[in-house]
């Protein structure tokens, strides 16, 4: 049985290593999640590839599905893209996409950590002193489909915390001033509709 699985192993080396090379989107320097890619952001380099890595990255052609994109994981220079890096299709003249903001939430606030970088969320504030006039009462909506960059849950390590801070980007300043402003007063809770298909990736 291990001598099968040695021979499968070298036939699938052999295969990569026969296939000619392709030509391969990589980042020139550092990607922040949130930022807007732009032509001098990315380069293209020729490997060889496996085809289920190839299937996950963008080639030849794909040059147009990658400029204009919106960062949401971080990718380091040298770094291939890969269709779980990036977003929603942005226009390159929209170079300011929005403004980001992180904020701190207990567990409860963040969906129980049930939340990843690509989601839109809305971002509701319970505090009384930022609730609308006519009705301070009720809670008021902060920043509608707000975009999810990151999220830092420290659940899994060794210090783990009932806090996960969540970077948001928020349409607009003022959004993102009143973003700011509910988590100052330790208000804020995420919504986002349930079982909403995941994001869908160029």
Not at 81 to 90: K, Q, S, V
Not at 107 to 123: C, F, K, S, T, Y
Not at 143 to 169: F, G, H, K, R
Request: hydrophobic residues 50%.
């Amino acid at each position: 049985m291990c001598g099968v699985a040695a021979l499968g192993l070298w036939w699938a080396f052999e295969r990569s290593a026969a296939a000619p090379e392709t030509s391969y989107v990589v980042a020139r320097t550092r990607l922040a999640p949130g930022r807007v890619i732009g032509p001098a952001d990315v380069a293209w380099v020729s490997i060889r590839l496996p085809a289920e890595i190839e299937a996950t990255v963008f080639g030849e052609g794909d040059g147009n599905d990658v400029v204009g994109s919106l960062v949401l994981e971080a990718i380091h220079a040298g770094e291939l893209l890969t269709r779980g890096d990036i977003g929603a299709h942005r226009a390159t003249a929209d170079r300011v996409a929005g403004y980001a903001v992180a904020v701190k939430l207990d567990r409860p606030g963040a969906l129980n950590g049930l939340i990843a970088a690509g989601e839109r969320v809305d971002v509701v504030s319970t505090d009384r002193n930022l609730a609308a006039p006519a009705d301070p009462q009720t809670p008021s909506l902060v920043a509608a489909d707000a975009l999810v960059l990151d999220v830092d849950d420290p659940a899994a390590t060794s210090t783990p915390s009932d806090m996960i801070t969540v970077t948001l980007q928020v349409h607009d300043r003022t959004a993102a001033v009143s973003v700011a402003a509910a988590a100052d007063a330790g208000a804020i809770t995420l919504i986002r509709p349930w079982g909403a298909p995941a994001p869908v990736t160029p």
